[in-house]
């Protein structure tokens, strides 16, 4: 009886022992996997499709990793000011210098004009997502540790979208606000246009007011057959305020008598007809990649060539075509995400 009493201490110590040895482990594995600090600083504002969309896919290609997130929201859409934009990406920039993170997450260009442009070839890495101008607009295309994802959109598709759902679309007037991100969309679309044999654009009007584009939707009438709506969120209204793309739109579906395309599923849910959208999450996603691959594996930015990401999905608004007397074929309708009824309804 004693020795088997000894037997039985012993192997409890042994246990004990070994059941230490796995906590000390895993403990010492727990203090050993680093905590990184990630700052976001996104142009516009929260909650936002396109903005929480390119935030989560980011997040997902993260996951695992111990990381601590803060949010930074400029605003830029409801704050388009230059002088508002340059108060904003100085808050910005103190937030960096004061929280210390181990690396920034910019979406969309204003962050790159009035924040990350001050930190070119500097010691923190920069990843950026949703930028429609090229690097070298920003002085990046040489940069040590800044470097991103490109947003360009899908506008040979979404035409052709909207050809199959309107096949006697044929003549098609784009509008723009003043916004200086469209220069480059602009000048994309205008290249590419010649790939879209029987399809005349008659105009690319630029608009500043909310009562111009009134006044210009009504007129395209009888002399367009669809309209693009590309930039449409710095129209003033008579005080001088933007008035909220989700207005703007919702004023377009309850007006206008032309169906309408663009490029962004968040157009879509406020009544633009069609898109074949840029995706949120595919831009967030591949952005949160290369955040991964810098932090964890030791890579520079320097080897990541910015690029767009080529992934779209069309997008038909049911809601819209039935307004419109427009009858969607089911194949459209099969291939396609569809939205059933206007954002504002659900509300």
Not at 3 to 8: D, E, G, M, P
Not at 155 to 169: C, D, G, N, W, Y
Not at 184 to 210: H, Y
């Amino acid at each position: 009886m004693k020795i088997k009493r000894l037997r039985a201490i012993f192997f409890a110590g042994m246990f004990l022992l070994l059941l230490q040895s796995t906590v000390k482990g895993e403990s010492a594995k727990t203090q050993a996997a680093p905590k990184y600090k990630i700052l976001h600083i996104m142009s516009y504002h929260s909650p936002w499709r396109w903005t929480d969309g390119q935030f989560n896919g980011f997040k997902d290609a993260l996951k695992g990793l111990n990381v601590e997130y803060k949010v930074f929201q400029m605003d830029t859409k409801r704050n388009s000011a230059k002088e508002q934009k340059e108060k904003i990406g100085k808050e910005a920039r103190e937030v960096i210098e004061s929280w210390k993170p181990d690396l920034i997450y910019t979406t969309d260009d204003d962050v790159q004009e009035y924040v990350a442009k001050h930190y070119i070839n500097k010691s923190i890495p920069f990843v950026f997502s949703g930028v429609n101008k090229e690097p070298k607009d920003y002085g990046f295309e040489k940069s040590s540790n800044i470097t991103g994802v490109l947003e360009q959109e899908h506008f040979i598709e979404s035409v052709k979208l909207l050809k199959e759902i309107v096949p006697k679309a044929k003549k098609i007037a784009v509008i723009f606000d003043d916004a200086s991100m469209w220069d480059p969309v602009k000048k994309r679309m205008k290249e590419k246009a010649n790939q879209l044999p029987g399809i005349e654009f008659i105009s690319w009007d630029i608009i500043r007011t909310f009562k111009e584009y009134k006044q210009k939707v009504k007129a395209y009438e009888g002399k367009a057959d669809a309209i693009a709506l590309i930039g449409i969120f710095t129209f003033k209204d008579e005080a001088g305020k933007n008035v909220p793309y989700q207005e703007v739109l919702k004023w377009t579906a309850e007006h206008s008598k032309l169906p309408d395309l663009g490029f962004w599923i968040d157009r879509v849910y406020y009544g633009t007809l069609c898109a074949v959208t840029v995706s949120e999450y595919e831009q967030g996603r591949a952005a949160g990649k290369i955040a991964r691959a810098i932090l964890t594996d030791g890579k520079s930015p320097a080897e990541f060539t910015p690029k767009p990401t080529v992934k779209g999905q069309p997008v038909v608004s049911l809601a819209r075509a039935k307004k419109l007397g427009i009858k969607i074929k089911s194949g459209i309708l099969l291939s396609s995400e569809v939205i059933k009824e206007f954002e504002w309804n659900k509300q």
